[in-house]
């Protein structure tokens, strides 16, 4: 690939404005004129890609922006409205057509006239031009989007050249022969429809013979996330259930037994045979930056990314209709005992059991190329498995499940299940991975997976070998996935290449014997880490080095942060993550820039003053980072002394840009982390920046301005500190508008994160204080990767198009991560080039290579092996609704920067329309009145609300730019089931808590109350909710709360007494407080972060964010979410 080419795509190339928006492989972004690249040329289904509407008719909707409307006034029972009563300039949310080109500019949301009404979801016929569909061309409107799933957005910068290779290595499953990826391209309707004349698919499932088949449990259900776009083809033939359940399954999960595409077939006997010629070798040479990279090391990298499992239950809410149809009553759901973890730790409740697992396959024995023979065994029932059951969701309420549930399993042999890698690590939204690019479009679904692969991990297996198995082709590490063909030679899993067995690798450590390559622990672990050899590293591990730099204006003396940074820095200066070699700096600016010498032999820290910001230099710098153990006491003085020395500034201005210049000087050499702590916007010097806010405009613009950054200084400098191993870690702790948009960049491009603390102040928020000292331990303590890369390999036919998260892309599949910390998240996303009628699944493999604080070099491997299936019915019963939403909020959040936020909301609304009605028109046979789902999506539509009226997304409410754009980065960065706290909170009810179900951990019984929906229905004035949005608890306290709880658990004789500011449970001596408290305790001991607790009342400010997180009720500007149901039905029935 061309510099020009390389450098547009992460939005760097001279003198051309950037988009902050997702990173993209660059050879996927190529393609010839008039062609799309594939199996058979089939166009990608993408819910982004604009819709147009057709001409007005008489009882659609008119198209638009999502906009408010009034309540429902004339619902009669069975039989939906047609359309909902609009007021006046208010126009409803539209249902753009498929099947025109994508725009890239923002479309128009609303133009002059008569707006024409939604288009109906079925296909048009194929046409050259999409505008032959319309009867009267000459009335189409401005384009409504949806998304593409299964190609890369367009590139931000210049085009990349078509002529030039990509420089680096190119991963396995782009072919190096005629590098044609997907390609974004205008879709026709045969794209998206499954067509007349389909056969009806059998919704008969497998299992085990002798098992009874899955219960039915058409209440329990799979959490989803709101907002994200259906993906992928449909295949044909029967949905798949799982091993017997030990419980009734919950509806949202698919089943685990054989993909019904896997027909029993004879054991074959030799190596599997490869559908296409194994690639050459890969080169090894990295893509040069500008910095000591090592590029032996990164092309012996690979990594996934997967999100962790989410967990928290969805809540289904139901606001106060006119009336209600028949079968929509308050009837309670199933009962399910308490699953030992939080709805945001559902797969921690199935233990991660890798290393203890030995693998049954003996040399020349059946690998997961040969998967059918195994499936062999299992017999096909007459039930349709729990995750294909049929859901009317007008009818059935309560479909929130009472307790988390796990995410689905993936239909694999029962050996290859157990030693599958652990769902909290790596996810995939669909767990049946479509054979086509056709089936995967047919199902409106998106196809990518969500990674964590730097989690704190309580059992990970460690190897050192001076040997690392890897496939010579390929460059996979060797994984319990491939094929022993026999003692000496072993299939690679991912591009069927054959290798050899090192002579090393004969011996197993473990259990100290020789000749059983297939029991060592790498082919025992989905996940291992390895020490890696010095042929893994350009220059000797660099040492941990941290830059503190820290704003000290009156406004941060003022807030009065600097006594909590320094003390708490105090306090854990000996456990910063670290050896001999640790090193330790600061710097701290208001309108000038000023270093400290901390050279060993001072009897006190010097402080040095540079008042030029527009050049600025380093006054001492071989003193200026010194050796922390060496001068640990220098540096405790500092500590000390920090706080009164700015403590009667009168400076207010703030010089950042240049603060920042200074610290990348000062690392550059070695790399490290910098920590910045800013609390006002910055307006002096480079990077100066001006306020873009409009309070006036907060809630009544129809799409939200100044989401893009105000300028490229920060993120041009966090390129240039990547390619020197330095990434910047920002905590904003303000009360005024900082311009979040433009200051994010400096951590989003050097794999950094971002801490927020809107309205922080040591006296008047003591919540924000506490959280703020909480997450900063956590910061200074946690474990840290430096100089890390990461690369995520997959079978050959998958192709990955677009990364989201806190990262630079060095080459096409290559993530720079100067640190890499426990508590990012990284979302892909992936289409399908080649048919996959050849192999009976498929696999992915995630390698992380860093530097661990103590300065060894390792690798950390992640393998996600799932099925191949040719039905559509499978290909739905695998989706895993919570990784659909996490995936949709990422997409939403670049299509609100890179075009509007209607057109976001709008895509997000029509991926539930689109993915339920391919489902209704390819799946079911037998075609039955009402909104129908499967119930592995039966929570899809409301999660997809949910989004609609998270932070990120809302409109009409007031909502801080800032808020917002945290929000944004927030879906980005973090872990999936972090990710769906935010999205979609959980609700208990916590005054009549009780140890029936309880956990017990370390002697603490932790009460395990029922999940409740979103809606002020389920509130009682007699009751105590407590509601976790993941960055912030509410309690609520009912007016006519008992007494016996205001006096147990809050210490007060009667509501009027609580507290108004009331951030803390007291600590009581009795039952119920003890019980309180431990309940709280739990939920945040399963977060990295520290959510802050408010008591609230009625009266109480705070009320209001409390109700906003009330999804399923209807406000002012957004639907409640039965009436969401109605729309889509209404928009899947046209």
């Known amino acids: 690939m061309s510099t020009a080419g390389f450098n547009s795509q992460n939005g760097t190339g001279t003198g051309q404005a950037y988009a902050n928006g997702p990173s993209q492989n660059p050879v996927a972004m190529q393609q010839l ?91 048009p016929p194929p046409a050259a031009s999409s505008s ?17 799933y299964n190609t890369g957005p367009p590139p931000m910068g ?35 429809s499954s067509g007349p004349g389909m056969p009806p698919t059998s919704l008969q499932g497998y299992n085990q013979p002798g098992i009874a088949p899955p219960q039915m449990n058409p209440m329990a259900s799979h959490t989803y996330h709101p907002s994200r776009p259906p993906y992928g083809p449909p295949t044909s033939g029967q949905p798949i259930s799982g091993p017997p359940p030990t419980g009734p399954p919950p509806s949202g999960l698919p089943p685990t037994g054989p993909p019904p595409s896997m027909k029993p077939t004879p054991l074959p006997t030799g190596p599997p045979v490869a559908n296409v010629t194994p690639p050459p070798p890969r080169s090894d040479g990295a893509m040069a930056g500008n910095g000591p990279q090592p590029s032996n090391s990164y092309n012996h990298v690979d990594n996934q990314m997967a999100g962790p499992p989410q967990h928290g239950p969805p809540g289904r809410h139901l606001g106060h209709y006119p009336s209600l149809p028949p079968g929509y009553q308050n009837t309670p ?36 190329a040969q998967l059918s023979p195994s499936m062999a065994a299992m017999s096909l029932q007459s039930s349709t498995p729990e995750a294909l059951r049929v859901v009317n969701l007008l009818q059935e309420r309560n479909l929130l499940p009472p307790s988390p549930t796990p995410p689905p399993t993936p239909c694999l042999p029962q050996d290859l299940q157990k030693i599958n890698c652990n769902p909290e690590v790596f996810r995939s939204t669909l767990t049946s991975i479509p054979q086509t690019q056709s089936l995967l479009n047919k199902a409106k679904m998106p196809l990518g997976l969500l990674l964590h692969p730097f989690k704190d991990l309580t059992q990970l297996p460690v190897v050192t070998s001076s040997t690392i198995v890897r496939c010579r082709s390929c460059r996979t590490y060797i994984n319990p996935f491939v094929t022993f063909l026999d003692q000496r030679r072993w299939t690679c899993n991912l591009c069927n290449r054959v290798n050899d067995v090192p002579e090393e690798f004969m011996y197993n450590p473990v259990s100290r014997s020789y000749g059983e390559p297939h029991k060592r622990p790498e082919v025992q672990n989905a996940t291992i880490e390895f020490i890696a050899p010095s042929e893994y590293m ?74 030029d910001i527009e050049e600025i230099f380093l006054p001492t710098p071989d003193s200026l980072l010194v050796n922390l153990n060496e001068c640990k006491e220098l540096v405790q003085d500092l500590l000390r002394s920090l706080p009164n020395l700015f403590q009667k500034t009168m400076e207010t201005q703030s010089a950042l840009g240049s603060a920042l210049q200074a610290a990348f000087k000062l690392l550059s050499p070695t790399g490290g982390r910098m920590s910045v702590f800013q609390t006002q916007l910055p307006n002096l010097g480079v990077g100066a920046l001006q306020s873009r806010e409009d309070p006036n405009q907060r809630a009544s613009a129809k799409d939200i301005q100044h989401l893009s950054p105000a300028t490229d200084f920060y993120k041009k400098l966090a390129l240039d500190c990547s390619g020197q191993q330095v990434a910047v870690d920002l905590f904003l702790l303000s009360s005024q508008y900082c311009d979040l948009a433009s200051l994010g960049c400096i951590s989003r491009y050097s794999a950094g994160s971002v801490y927020y603390y809107p309205s922080y102040h040591h006296q008047h928020s003591p919540a924000q204080v506490e959280r703020f000292q909480k997450d900063l331990k956590r910061y200074l303590t946690r474990k840290i990767g430096f100089e890390a890369v990461m690369r995520i390999r997959c079978t050959k036919g998958l192709s990955i198009h677009t990364f989201h998260g806190n990262f630079f892309v060095r080459s096409t599949d290559l993530l720079s991560l100067p640190n890499v910390n426990p508590d990012a998240g990284f979302a892909v996303q992936m289409s399908i080039e080649e048919n996959l009628a050849d192999v009976q699944s498929v696999s992915f493999q995630a390698a992380l290579l860093y530097t661990s604080s103590k300065g060894e070099r390792r690798i950390r491997v992640h393998t996600l092996c799932l099925p191949v299936v040719n039905s ?12 659909v939403t996490g995936l949709l909020a990422c997409m939403a959040v670049d299509r609100s920067v890179a075009a509007s936020l209607s057109d976001a909301r709008d895509a997000m609304t029509n991926a539930a329309i689109d ?25 899809f539509p409301l999660y997809i609300l949910a989004l609609l009226k998270q932070k990120a997304f809302r409109t009409g409410t007031s909502t801080r730019l800032d808020d917002r754009v945290f929000a944004m980065c ?84 009667s509501y009027a007494a609580v507290p108004e500011n009331l951030y803390t449970l007291p600590e009581l001596d009795t039952a119920e407080s003890q019980r309180t408290r431990a309940f709280i305790g739990w939920l945040r001991d399963q977060r990295p972060f520290f959510p802050s607790v408010h008591v609230i009342r009625d009266e109480s400010p705070l009320k209001a964010s409390f109700m906003q997180n009330m999804i399923e009720d209807r406000t002012e500007s957004a639907l409640s979410y039965y009436e969401f149901l109605l729309h889509i039905q209404q928009q899947i029935s046209k």
């Open 872 to 883: 559509l019915s499978d290909v739905f019963s695998g989706a895993d609704v919570e990784a």
């Open 132 to 148: 032959s569909y319309y009867p009267n061309p000459q009335l189409l409107q401005p384009m409504a989007p949806s998304w593409q």
């Open 158 to 192: 210049p085009p990349t050249s078509t002529s030039t290779p990509p420089r680096g290595p190119v991963a396995n499953h782009v072919n190096q022969s005629s590098s044609s990826p997907v390609q974004p391209s205008p879709l026709p309707s045969a794209a998206y």
């Open 970 to 1053: 927030q879906l980005k960065y973090q872990p999936l089931v972090y990710a769906m706290l935010m999205i979609h909170p959980s609700l208990y009810r916590i005054d009549d808590l009780n140890d029936e179900g309880a956990l017990n951990i370390n002697e603490r019984t932790i009460p395990q109350p029922r999940v409740q929906q979103l809606s002020v229905e389920k509130l009682s004035r007699e009751g105590a909710f407590l509601m976790d949005a993941g960055l912030v608890i509410y309690l609520w306290i009912g007016r006519n709360c008992h007494p016996n709880f205001l006096s147990q658990v809050l210490g007060v004789p």
């Open 538 to 611: 350009l220059r000797p591990p660099q040492p941990a080095v941290y830059l503190f730099v820290l704003d000290v204006s009156h406004n941060a003396v003022e807030t009065g942060y600097l006594n909590v940074f320094c003390q708490l820095l105090l306090e854990n200066i000996n456990t910063l993550p670290g050896d001999s070699r640790t090193k330790v700096g600061f710097i701290t600016f208001d309108s000038t820039i000023h270093f400290y010498n901390l050279q060993e032999g001072l009897s006190q820290p010097q402080m040095l003053i540079v008042s």
């Open 915 to 939: 993915s339920l009605s391919s489902y209704r028109q390819s799946v079911l046979t037998i075609q039955q009145p009402g909104l129908l789902a499967p119930a592995c999506l039966r929570l």
């Open 333 to 368: 759901g199933p009962h399910k005992s308490p699953s030992p973890m939080h709805p945001a730790m559902q797969s921690a409740t199935q233990p991660y059991t890798q290393s203890s697992q030995q693998y049954q396959q003996p040399p020349g024995g059946p690998g997961p």
């Open 33 to 123: 004129p008039g062609v799309n690249y594939g199996m058979t040329h089939q166009p990608i289904y993408n819910p982004m890609q604009s819709k147009a509407p057709v001409p007005p008719g008489p009882g659609l909707y008119p198209s638009g922006a999502y906009q408010p409307i009034p309540p429902v006034s004339s619902y009669q029972p069975g039989q939906p409205p047609t359309s909902y009563p609009a007021p006046l300039g208010q126009p409803l949310l539209t249902r753009p057509l498929m099947g025109v080109p994508p725009s890239h500019t923002p479309p128009q949301s609303a133009s002059p006239g008569p707006r024409p009404s939604l288009a109906r979801a079925t296909p």
